[in-house]
């Protein structure tokens, strides 16, 4: 008895000095808007438009690599919220070269300068002629990143302070990796387990938008991406087909707005032109139905919550409440999650009981 009571007591204690070995520390994704002002007008400290994407594991709380997507006015205040400084960035994609997309590069290409940091990916969309003449270079936008601060004497005078920063200016911290928009994903950028394709979109030349996926999951940045049929009586919707292909079953789906009730009919005097070249959220929300996405993010909101007036235009009705956007998302028959945009609204995946976030269902 005594001999197999020892035995017994030798294999519980051999067990139990069997190294449990490293947690595995498991794949995480983080979506935050850091900015969801929607156009070019101001309103109420919201920031441009531009999506972060945070990807890592949970023992560094998912900030392994670190994505911009389009970087509206503020970018860099809304990074420093949350602790992020240009130099961390590793790649910058921009949809398409409007300013309320990109008013935010500058600050960030300067401070990175101005920081001695590294070359960014810059990854957007090849020249892109427009049948009116002109030609949207998101390549040449770079390449000029600098010079209002070369010309006011700025550079000049930091380099004499300190000769380490590059004689070029910012522009030089550039790496430009353009591409040309398809009708299928194609693969435009990559780092380890991320990878990041594109797809040609509609809303002016050069617009595309973006699928990242990780281990993870796999969100889609649909920008301003709108129906390749500009004329409303000629098409059955105003979202892309090819944003609704490259968000096929995507665990989240970021996608600029206008609420229908800017439309012509409501009178608000909007143009419809650019009423036309935006996604609605009833369009979006049937889209998401269709494409089985588990959740939808609206962020650049047309008008923006409670703004009496998108830009000089009224908003019919008076000002529109989240559950206006929630509602016109339902009314074209989406059930998933939905998620109104406001400045710095992050979205985890998996979803991690322990992280509170700020978010909206
Ligand atoms: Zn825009």
């Not at 009586?233 to 009730?261: C, K, W």
């Not at 996405?293 to 409670?306: A, E, Q």
């Not at 979205?347 to 700020?358: A, I, S, W």
Request: with cysteine; charged share 15%.
């Amino acid at each position: 008895m005594k001999k197999i009571c020892f035995v017994l007591f030798a294999a519980i204690a051999l067990i139990a000095a069997i190294p449990a070995g490293p947690a595995i520390a498991a794949p995480c994704l983080e979506v935050t808007l850091t900015g969801t002002m929607g156009g070019p007008p101001t309103f109420n400290g919201l920031a441009g438009a531009g999506t972060l994407v945070r990807y890592g594991d949970d023992s560094n709380d998912c900030n392994d690599v670190k994505l911009q997507f389009d970087a509206g006015r503020g970018t860099n205040v809304r990074l420093s919220q949350l602790g992020i400084m240009p130099n961390q960035l590793k790649a910058i994609f921009f949809t398409h070269i409007h300013s309320d997309h990109t008013d935010g590069f500058g600050d960030i290409m300067q401070q990175r300068w101005h920081f001695l940091g590294a070359p960014l990916d810059v990854v957007c969309a090849a020249d892109a002629a427009s049948p009116a003449g002109h030609t949207m270079s998101c390549t040449d936008l770079a390449a000029n990143i600098g010079d209002a601060f070369i010309a006011s004497g700025e550079i000049a005078q930091r380099r004499a302070e300190n000769a380490a920063r590059n004689p070029a200016g910012p522009a030089a911290l550039t790496n430009v990796m353009a591409f040309t928009p398809g009708a299928a994903p194609a693969l435009v950028w990559s780092s380890g387990d991320v990878t990041v394709w594109a797809i040609k979109s509609n809303h002016i030349p050069g617009h595309a938008s973006y699928q990242v996926i990780t281990p993870a999951g796999t969100v889609v940045i649909g920008g301003d991406a709108s129906n390749d049929i500009t004329d409303p009586s000629m098409r059955a919707f105003s979202t892309s087909e090819q944003v609704e292909l490259l968000a096929a079953n995507a665990d989240i789906l970021v996608h600029s707005t206008i609420h229908p009730v800017m439309g012509p009919a409501g009178g608000s005097g909007f143009p419809p032109p650019v009423f036309n070249r935006q996604s609605t959220a009833t369009d979006i929300g049937a889209m998401a139905q269709r494409a089985g996405i588990k959740r939808v993010m609206l962020t650049h909101l047309i008008p923006s919550i409670g703004s009496p007036s998108q830009g000089p235009f009224p908003v019919p009705g008076g000002a529109l409440k989240k559950r206006n956007y929630k509602n016109a998302v339902k009314d074209g028959g989406y059930r998933g999650r939905i998620s109104v945009g406001t400045d710095l609204l992050t979205v985890r995946l998996p979803k991690n009981k322990e992280v509170r976030r700020k978010h909206d269902d």
